[in-house]
């Protein structure tokens, strides 16, 4: 069964860091794509920045443009989503998502990714 768990959320005030992880199982996160998305309740949910798990190559939405980033993180079959500078709009429920795919550049449309984990809270807030 493939699964997606995220963790790494919680309170942070203006201008702080958080650092999500995505731990994948049942798959090898090698040959997909993983997406960050996130949503606040009432609007749709967004994506923020996804990678290609083969090549290293990533795209991200204007909003994190200079303050977040992903990686492969240390440990296997998981990817880290690092946010710096975190604004009270950047308060939602972050998911993780996975599309199989291994060529061309991931894409952050939200009804492509085929698994998605339970999110994990993000609440920026001085």
């Given at each position: 069964?493939?699964?997606?768990?995220?963790?790494?959320?919680?309170?942070?005030?203006?201008?702080?860091?958080?650092?999500?992880?995505?731990?994948?199982?049942?798959?090898?996160?090698?040959?997909?794509?993983?997406?960050?998305?996130?949503?606040?309740?009432?609007?749709?949910?967004?994506?923020?920045?996804?990678?290609?798990?083969?090549?290293?190559?990533?795209?991200?939405?204007?909003?994190?443009?200079?303050?977040?980033?992903?990686?492969?993180?240390?440990?296997?079959?998981?990817?880290?989503?690092?946010?710096?500078?975190?604004?009270?709009?950047?308060?939602?429920?972050?998911?993780?998502?996975?599309?199989?795919?291994?060529?061309?550049?991931?894409?952050?449309?939200?009804?492509?990714?085929?698994?998605?984990?339970?999110g994990t809270?993000?609440?920026?807030?001085?």
């Amino acid at each position: 069964q493939l699964q997606l768990v995220e963790s790494g959320g919680g309170l942070v005030q203006p201008g702080g860091a958080l650092r999500l992880s995505c731990v994948g199982s049942g798959f090898s996160l090698d040959d997909y794509f993983i997406g960050w998305f996130r949503q606040v309740p009432g609007k749709g949910r967004e994506g923020v920045f996804c990678i290609n798990s083969r090549t290293g190559s990533t795209t991200y939405a204007a909003s994190a443009e200079g303050r977040f980033a992903i990686s492969r993180g240390s440990t296997k079959n998981t990817v880290v989503l690092q946010m710096n500078n975190l604004q009270p709009e950047d308060t939602a429920v972050y998911y993780c998502a996975a599309k199989p795919g291994t060529i061309w550049s991931c894409p952050l449309r939200t009804n492509e990714y085929e698994v998605w984990g339970q999110g994990t809270l993000v609440t920026v807030s001085s």
